[in-house]
């Protein structure tokens, strides 16, 4: 079974950090460009970043560019994603998804797997 596995999400004070991982089976992840995207309360899904299939290639939304880091081991089949100078506005649900396809700003129509998301709560 295709599995994405997200965890480290939690309750965090505004200019903390969190790190997020996703453990993936099922499928060749290497073969794979890997997502973070998120919903917030009340609001549709947002793309938060991207990597390439070689991790040598990441991509952000620019609302956290220079505060949010992708990066991915393949040998461990793990995605993960490093948060840091969080916000309250980034309080949201975070999914890891994989897709074949490299579409930068991605849509919500390429994502061939989805995680079952991991909360991400910023507030004092």
């Known amino acids: 079974q295709v599995q994405l596995v997200e965890s480290g999400g939690g309750l965090v004070q505004p200019g903390g950090s969190l790190r997020l991982s996703c453990a993936a089976s099922g499928f060749t992840f290497s073969s794979y460009w890997m997502y973070w995207v998120r919903q917030a309360p009340g609001k549709g899904l947002e793309w938060v970043s991207a990597?390439?299939?070689?991790?040598?290639?990441?991509y952000y939304a620019d609302s956290v560019k220079g505060r949010f880091t992708i990066s991915r081991d393949n040998a461990k089949n793990t995605v993960y994603l490093q948060m840091d100078s969080l916000k309250p506005e980034d309080t949201a649900v975070y999914y890891c998804?994989?897709?074949?396809?490299?579409?930068?700003?991605?849509?919500?129509?390429?994502?061939?797997?989805w995680g079952q998301g991991t909360q991400v709560t910023v507030s004092s």
């Open positions: 998804t994989a897709s074949k396809r490299s579409t930068i700003p991605p849509t919500g129509s390429i994502y061939d797997y």
């Open positions: 990597v390439n299939t070689g991790g040598g290639s990441t």
